[in-house]
């Protein structure tokens, strides 16, 4: 087990790596590096104090060697957009979005979890049916539209919720639910698929007939057994879920790292871009192993070699 | 009653709530040939060739005295705007076929590209194995655990926005689940008799991963490929969304949703309509997926 997670610590690493050298090597390669960090309409004189200021005007590999160090001593550069370290303005945006992340995982675990527990036990049935419907349309619809069309309801016509902007409990609520909806899908069909199959197995069965009350053993014992998958997924979803907050919290103008990142691609801040990129895939990368490492744990049957 | 006798076999007596079988038979048995979602892909493509003879308007011509015009069937909208106009007058109808057509060059380039790289890859993986093998699962590996819209926002600063880069994002981005499961697919395959024929009969190894095996992988292919099509249309409509896909006058669904994205209070129209387009066409895509695995190759309903 300790040998599993050290190789698989050794592996992440590995993958950091390579995420910072492709993504310095993208910015280096056909096009003038200088054009991503300036406007399009600067002046000839302008991008020379820049190249010589961010080091551009030296050979690639002394760059890449400047970069690493700087990536070991925390230091991500300076954005050119914001004026300061990279990480002083994308942090206060990182808690934001893991603000609208926390409460929608709750939405989502809240929403699928039961809902596909029902649906396996109702298997064929309307409810089933009807979750069916559900999952399909989740995973058809874009996360956007979904989102604007929430607007329209509870902002425009009936006025309950606000349309956007970052405030109390309230604007949260319409943001959260919209990046949920396609976690929600997932998990749902998870849960139903596993539920059902350990629904089927021989304990189970032996349960009822003892006679143990039929919310027991649905709740208690088959979920239990039936948690591992979905436990995986919803450690992926997680992720899955700071991503697609680049498109959420630009539909409510929420104020976190994806729509940083979306206007540090508009401002031509590669700096930004960049660290933005660095952080997702590390979270990406900590968050498979912890759930890796967690399945081991939780299900002795699995053995790593 | 048949339906007592189907479910009464083994379960009801332990527990009367457990699922019938007979059910589950009856509604899959409903869905059998989707032609709902087959019609929808067909009228989408014949829209998307043949656009510009149902298109009533010019779709990037703005008409200033008719901006904000609604549906027909709202008050004041008139049937010669159709689906209403946006906020520069120009027809939403004609936007929307000319969205579908940027749609089908999306799927028309980003499939086959996914195809053209992952399959390929996926072949040398499975039939060379050894360090080869290695070597291509773990860039696999990287790709698989990269997630797509980092990747996306990391080349758009190189790559400038536009419909090129779009299909070449997509393309880059879309491949690696191919070569995973194509890799699985030749493993089994090349240790079938047929292979070590060939072999001996003196087929050189081209011959025998594209006249052999290439043909034992297409059904999964085409899986595959069907199942991708909504999320590679979810994608493309994202980035345009985010303002980083096709730029005007190119008019794709998620670019027009993201223009009617300011005017929700007052013209709800443009921005409902192209998400209606993208719900249908996705979820006809799906569901003829679905249909399309369960024929071909039941083995990959974890997909």
Known sequence: MANYIIRRIFFGFISMFAVVTVVFFLGRTGVDPVSLFVPIDARADDVEYVRKRLGLDKPVYVQYGVYLSGIVQGDFGKSMRWGSPVQEVAFPRLLATLQLVWLSGIIILGVAIPVGVYSAVYRGKAFDTFGKAFALFGQSAPTFWIGLMLIILFAVVWHVLPAGGRGDFRNLILPAFTLGIFGMAAIT?????????VLDSDFVKMLRAKGVPERTVLWRHALKNAALPVLTLAGLQMVGLMLGAVVTETVFSWPGLGRLAVEAVFARDYAMVQFIVLMGSFLFITVNLVVDVLYAYLDPRIRYT | MKNLFAGGRTQAAVAPSLPVARRRFRFSSLMQVPYIPMFIIVVFMIVAVFGSVFSPYDPGLPNLRSTYRPPFWQEGGSTNFLLGTDNLGRDMFSRLILGARVSLIVIAVGIPGHIAI????????????????????????????????????????????????????????????????????????????????????????????????????????????????????????????????????????????SDGRQFVSTAWWIAFFPGICIVLLCLSANLLGDWVRDKLDPRLRQL
């Open chain 2, 118 to 257: 992952g399959v390929t890859l996926g072949l040398i993986s499975g039939y060379m194995g050894r360090g080869v093998d290695t070597l291509i699962q773990r860039v696999v590996d990287v790709y698989l655990a990269f997630p797509t819209i980092l990747l996306a926002l990391a080349l758009i600063p190189v790559l400038g926005p536009g419909m090129k880069s779009i299909l070449i994002i997509i393309i880059v981005t879309g491949w690696a689940g191919y070569a995973r499961i194509i890799r699985a697919e030749v493993l089994s395959v090349k240790s079938r008799d047929f292979v070590a024929l060939a072999k001996v009969a003196g087929a050189s190894e081209l011959r025998i991963m594209l006249n052999h095996i290439l043909p034992q992988v297409v059904n999964t292919i085409l899986v595959i490929s069907t199942l991708q099509v909504g999320s590679v249309i979810i994608f493309e409509a994202s980035l345009s969304f985010l303002g980083i896909g096709t730029q005007p006058p190119l008019s794709s669904w998620g670019q027009i949703l």
């Open chain 1, 189 to 197: 069909r998870l849960t139903r698929s596993s539920m059902l199959n």
